[in-house]
């Protein structure tokens, strides 16, 4: 039976939370509207790992968190603060997840922040140049949400798809906007030949650009 140690932290949007083991990250959850909820998110993602050798794991919570783990907490902490921070040096515990999305999540990894890059392009990057649908679904179940960005991730024409965390695309939508890097304000798009276009403009509605995030308040989190 492996048991792994799990926290809830304060962050600018509300209470984050992570689980960590001894082979390094095994879950992140975004802060969603209560911390009871945060800490709901963060079991269903660790309980689909199923980590045990019977998926009989334990998530013990603590009080603080120590060691790597605080680290892990202080990144994830100042990331959601809109600080470039480098998320890349955390170890993943990468075990029952495929070759596949192993490759799929340490190229999503190189993705620099105020770029993005496409469900194709990661394929491609991964020599699987047709298996864009399946880095969609990588994406879809990543557990290492932010330290492995799949909100970086986008269609073939810059249009935003699905996002499993709190808030969903709305959610997305604003991590780029915090993340920009553009002339103009707007993520862009690096394609793998290096050259770069501008993210087409994907808002929850037409004409509404996602609002600046400086609070809890700044991310429209679904209740859960």
Request: with cysteine; aromatic share 4%.
């Amino acid at each position: 039976m492996d048991e792994l140690c799990a926290v809830t932290f304060s962050t600018a949007l509300g209470p984050a939370a992570l689980a960590y083991g001894p082979r390094g990250l095994v879950a992140v959850a975004l802060p969603a509207q209560t911390e009871p909820a945060t800490r709901r998110g963060l079991e269903s993602v660790v309980a689909r790992r199923r980590l045990g050798s019977k998926g009989d794991e334990v998530l013990s919570w603590q009080d603080a968190p120590r060691g790597a783990m605080a680290e892990a907490v202080e990144l994830v902490r100042r990331a959601l603060a809109g600080e470039a921070v480098e998320l890349t040096a955390l170890e993943l515990d990468l075990r029952k997840l495929s070759t596949f999305a192993e490759l799929v999540y340490r190229e999503a990894q190189r993705i620099p922040r105020g770029e993005v890059r496409t469900y194709g392009e990661l394929a491609s990057a991964v020599g699987r140049p047709s298996a864009a649908r399946a880095v969609g679904s990588a994406m879809a179940h990543n557990p290492f949400v932010l330290v492995v960005p799949c909100h970086r991730v986008v269609g073939g024409r810059g249009d935003l798809h699905g996002f499993s965390a709190p808030g969903g695309l709305r959610t997305k939508a604003a991590l780029l906007a915090m993340e920009a890097s553009g002339r103009d304000g707007e993520p862009t798009v690096g394609a793998v030949d290096g050259t770069e276009s501008r993210l087409k403009p994907a808002h929850p509605k037409p004409g509404r650009a996602p609002q600046p995030i400086t609070s809890q308040a700044g991310l429209p989190f679904d209740p859960r």
